[in-house]
C-alpha cells in the first residue's frame, strides 16, 4: 500500500491511529509519503528532543514514512546526511523507517515508477531574509501578516536546486524513456502554479525546470503540496495538504 499526505511543518498528529486507521493494516513494505515540507529537519543546531521524539514515533509505526523536502526543511543539515541507494534512487535515512527521497530520483515502489523532486521557492519571506544577528530579527511582525525568516536559522538558499540536481533528474528520466507512473514534487510547474495563484505566485527556476518536464514526460499522475489545499487540478494533478489518500 502506497498513502500520500501534504505538508505536515513538523506536526504529525494526523498519523495518529484514529485518524490514520489504515495503519492497523500495514506493514514495514507499506509507505506513507510526505510531498514536502516534512518540519523535522529543521532546528538550525541540530536535531532537538522534539524532533527526536517524533522521529522515533515514526519509526515505531508499523508502516514506512518517506518524505520529499519542501522549502521549510533545514537543508544544510539535509545535505549533510549520508546518502543510500534504495529502490532504485538516492535517500537519506533519518531513522531505519524514516527516509528522505532526494531530488531527480526515479524510484521503484510496489512495482510503481515514481519521479521525486523536492524543493520550492518560499511565498512567506515577503518582509525579506535576515542575516543572523540583524537587529530586526523577529518571527512575526506587529500585524502578524509578514514572516521575517533568517538565513542559517529559518531559511535556506538550497530550498530552490542545483543546476547539478535538476540534471541528475533529467539523467533519470531518460533512462526510463521519460515514462513514469507518479510524480511528487513539493511546488509544481509553471504553468499549473499560475493556474493555482491566478498570477499571484511568480515562475522560478524550479517551476520552470518542472515546467520542462511536464512537457516532455508521459505519466499517469502528479501529486504535489505546498499550497495548504486538497485540490484535483485537473484529471492528472492533485495538490494535497491534511488529506491522506491512497494511490496503490
Not at 61 to 72: A, P, R, W
Not at 98 to 115: A, E, K, N, T
Not at 178 to 191: I, M, R, Y
Request: net charge negative; glycine share 8%; with cysteine.
Amino acid at each position: 500500500m502506497i498513502f500520500l499526505t501534504g505538508d505536515t511543518h513538523g506536526d504529525i498528529r494526523r498519523l495518529n491511529a484514529a485518524s490514520f486507521f489504515e495503519q492497523k493494516e500495514m506493514t514495514k513494505d507499506d509507505y506513507l509519503i510526505i510531498l514536502g515540507d516534512f518540519g523535522l529537519v529543521w532546528d538550525y543546531k541540530g536535531e532537538s528532543r522534539y524532533e527526536k521524539n517524533w522521529l522515533d514515533w515514526l519509526d515505531e509505526k508499523s508502516f514506512t514514512t518517506l518524505f520529499i523536502d519542501g522549502n521549510h526543511e533545514n537543508h544544510d543539515r539535509l545535505d549533510a546526511m549520508e546518502v543510500e541507494e534504495w529502490h532504485g534512487g538516492k535517500v537519506h535515512r533519518l531513522r531505519p523507517s524514516v527516509m528522505h527521497l532526494m531530488r531527480g530520483q526515479v524510484f521503484d515502489i510496489d512495482g510503481l515508477s515514481i519521479f521525486t523532486f523536492g524543493g520550492a521557492g518560499s511565498h512567506d519571506i515577503s518582509d525579506g531574509i535576515l542575516e543572523p544577528g540583524d537587529p530586526k530579527i523577529m518571527k512575526w511582525s506587529q500585524d502578524y501578516s509578514k514572516l521575517f525568516r533568517v538565513r542559517g536559522v529559518s531559511w535556506w538558499a538550497r530550498e530552490l536546486p542545483s543546476e547539478e540536481e535538476m540534471e541528475e533528474g533529467r539523467r533519470n528520466l531518460d533512462k526510463v524513456d521519460w515514462k513514469v507512473d507518479f510524480v511528487l514534487t513539493h511546488c509544481t510547474s509553471a504553468n499549473t502554479t499560475a493556474l493555482i495563484g491566478g498570477g499571484a505566485y511568480s515562475q522560478d527556476i524550479l517551476t520552470n525546470y518542472l515546467q520542462e518536464i511536464r512537457e516532455k514526460l508521459t505519466f499517469k499522475r502528479w501529486f504535489f503540496g505546498h499550497h495548504h489545499m486538497n485540490r484535483q487540478i485537473n484529471s492528472e494533478e492533485i495538490c494535497l495538504y491534511e488529506q491522506i489518500i491512497r494511490v496503490h
